[in-house]
């Protein structure tokens, strides 16, 4: 009985610890998917217009790439609804 | 070796006075001729055909028509590859018909055509004397500030690829390392510089674009200015001195090509007005204007009178 509240007691410990990791590693998490939209988008700006380095820097990076293609196209199906993007950054839940 | 690149605008004598200058000094030294020029010349000048190959004139002179073409495509056909050795998990079947379309994109020819001078300086070391005959002013001046624009681009995108890799080191350190959902995920990323794909890859460009660059502005590397006695060739060749100037290539020699005597007054303004442009101490030469050309015997066309190496040994005791 004892050794079972003491359990409860540490997993809710435990679980407080986690979210309060998850909240800051969130933060950093969004940064970053920032950063590889920045990079996505600097290296493969020409698609869209943007000016862009020389094509065969593009080409020679494009090999490596996936991740940051996926990152875009999500930014890019994201773009009309910036203002949830925002309250999901702010942790405003509704 | 020395490398020297011939420039001036078009139908000046770039190809004429590489090919003369090429023919007197393998008199005395191992002389490799390349032309990047994509309408070529060379081998109508030494009336041989050079499509595809480098041909051996003579004992001491080697020629080449460099074929763009070829290369986009051999540059585009190893990417592909890569490609398909990263994604070894898709399909990539007859990727290479949708790349294809990436040889019209802008920058893939000078991009070429820079792979192809680069690859000539590295494999090439035992001759005495590169010479590159190059396209008409634009396009040359163009793969020239290749390699500088490139190293900006390559050390901007390092520096936001740092701090991506850095925000992923933190974000593993409080998560721990790939959770039982990233395992499955097909995509590994990675935190650590050395074993970021991206990452190595800028850093191996950049370490090939300092290395071709300062190779460029070396004291072993030149460029030869031809230009006529007239107002447009003086104009363009102005342009190219400040591109030059720009980005600190070294000039070496002002070649004045087609002077005859009725052009003497002309020949003498825009020589000066020319010189008055670069830095002291880069020689001038004239050219005379030949009246009568051979139909039949090619050996007229790089056999000039003029001395055309006499400026071609550079003075800053470079030698190697």
Redesign the interface.
């Known amino acids: 009985m004892r050794s079972s509240f003491l359990r409860y007691c540490r997993d809710i410990a435990n679980g407080l610890g986690t979210a309060q990791r998850e909240r800051l590693a969130a933060l950093t998490c969004i940064e970053e998917r920032e950063l590889e939209n920045i990079f996505g988008l600097l290296l493969l700006g020409s698609f869209v217009g943007i000016p862009a380095p020389p094509t065969f820097l593009a080409v020679e990076l494009l090999p490596f790439m996936e991740k940051e293609l996926r990152v875009l196209h999500q930014r890019a199906e994201d773009a009309p609804d910036m203002l949830a993007e925002m309250m999901g950054i702010l942790g405003v839940d509704g | 070796m020395r490398i020297l690149f011939y420039t001036g605008k078009g139908g000046v004598g770039k190809s004429t006075m590489a090919a003369a200058a090429a023919w007197q000094l393998s008199q005395r030294h191992r002389v490799l001729i390349v032309s990047l020029d994509p309408a070529h010349n060379l081998g109508d000048l030494f009336g041989v055909d050079l499509r595809g190959k480098r041909k051996r004139f003579r004992d001491n002179l080697y020629l080449e028509e460099v074929d763009l073409k070829k290369l986009a495509r051999a540059?585009?056909k190893r990417?592909v590859t890569?490609?398909s050795?990263?994604?070894h998990y898709l399909q990539v079947l007859n990727l290479d018909s949708y790349f294809s379309v990436?040889q019209y994109?802008?920058?893939?020819e000078?991009?070429a055509l820079l792979t192809s001078i680069e690859k000539t300086i590295r494999e090439d070391s035992r001759f005495d004397y590169i010479l590159f005959d190059t396209p008409p002013t634009g396009l040359t001046l163009r793969f020239l500030a290749?390699p500088q624009?490139?190293l900006t681009?390559?050390e901007?995108?390092t520096a936001?690829?740092r701090?991506?890799l850095k925000?992923?080191h933190?974000?593993q350190k409080?998560?721990g390392t790939a959770d039982a959902e990233g395992k499955h995920k097909e995509?590994v990323?990675q935190y650590r510089e050395d074993d970021d794909?991206?990452l190595k890859?800028?850093k191996s460009?950049h370490a090939d674009y300092v290395a071709l660059n300062g190779i460029l502005q070396g004291p072993r590397c030149g460029v030869v200015l031809v230009f006529n006695p007239d107002l447009l060739s003086l104009r363009e060749s102005e342009r190219l001195v400040e591109g030059l100037g720009e980005l600190k290539l070294p000039l070496r020699l002002l070649i004045q090509n087609k002077v005859a005597a009725d052009n003497g007054a002309t020949a003498d303004r825009t020589a000066r007005v020319l010189r008055g442009k670069v830095a002291p101490g880069v020689p001038l030469q004239r050219v005379a204007l030949r009246q009568s050309l051979p139909e039949e015997d090619t050996a007229g066309l790089f056999s000039l009178p003029e001395d055309l190496t006499e400026h071609l040994a550079f003075t800053d005791g470079a030698d190697v």
């Open positions: 540059y585009l990417e890569v490609l050795e990263t994604y990436l994109s802008p920058g893939i000078e991009y290749l624009v490139t681009w390559i901007r995108l936001i690829r701090q991506i925000k992923r933190t974000i409080i998560r995509i990323l794909d991206i890859r800028l460009l």
